[in-house]
């Protein structure tokens, strides 16, 4: 097997509870079970406002971007607004930066320093084109994304099946994965993979549930 890029989301400050000890606990839990087979990453989401959920506050992603650089992971995050762009560029040495599945956000990208590399969610595979015309300066990177939150098992499943029917062999060249299983990861071998992750099931209040997450059961069958 080639050696893959493994983003693993751990959120907002929803998963955490904004608590050291739980993003503490997050980042041991992945240390366990890396055997150091692929390139692991680490990733937060940078918010203020967006409804239903819980900013992480800065001094927690300070926190979480320290104790993983300890632990020998490299800590970057999803931004949504240029204040918290400004923010992770200008004070953290970033191995890139995540744009969401969210194409007004798609303009920060002109706001980001050349250098780092972007990771970019997209909802059609056909937005290469786009987004290769328009920033040709920046190094993109794609990951093919649905923006569904599965509720049990059949959905998971449902969702699988959505992914491929849009995607395709897309799927290979990156996958943000929602589903909540390893299959797709398995099936088409994709050069960059994300994942949200959890500690355990239930666990924490999230308005979309967890089920799409992945525990360390789960990615011991990826890692």
Request: aromatic share 14%.
């Amino acid at each position: 097997m080639n050696r893959k890029n493994i983003v693993i989301e751990m959120g907002s400050g929803t998963i955490c509870n904004n608590d050291e000890k739980i993003i503490e606990r997050m980042i041991d839990s992945i240390k366990a079970i890396d055997t150091g087979k692929h390139n692991i990453h680490i990733k937060w989401q940078l918010f203020e406002n967006i409804k239903g959920l819980i900013s992480l506050k800065r001094e927690m992603f300070e926190t979480a971007y320290c104790y993983a650089n300890w632990k020998g992971y490299k800590t970057s995050a999803s931004v949504f607004s240029k204040d918290d762009l400004y923010y992770l560029q200008d004070n953290f040495e970033v191995p890139f930066i995540k744009i969401a599945n969210r194409p007004e956000l798609y303009g920060l990208i002109k706001y980001i320093k050349k250098e780092i590399p972007i990771i970019i969610s997209i909802d059609a595979y056909n937005r290469i084109d786009y987004l290769q015309s328009k920033y040709k300066k920046n190094k993109l990177i794609y990951l093919m994304c649905v923006s569904k939150y599965p509720q049990n098992i059949t959905e998971k499943y449902l969702l699988k099946n959505e992914y491929e029917s849009i995607f395709g062999q897309a799927l290979s060249v990156g996958l943000s994965d929602h589903t909540g299983l390893i299959d797709l990861f398995h099936e088409y071998q994709p050069d960059w993979y994300e994942s949200h992750y959890v500690l355990n099931h239930g666990e924490n209040y999230d308005p979309f549930g967890d089920l799409f997450c992945l525990t360390s059961d789960d990615l011991r069958g990826i890692l």
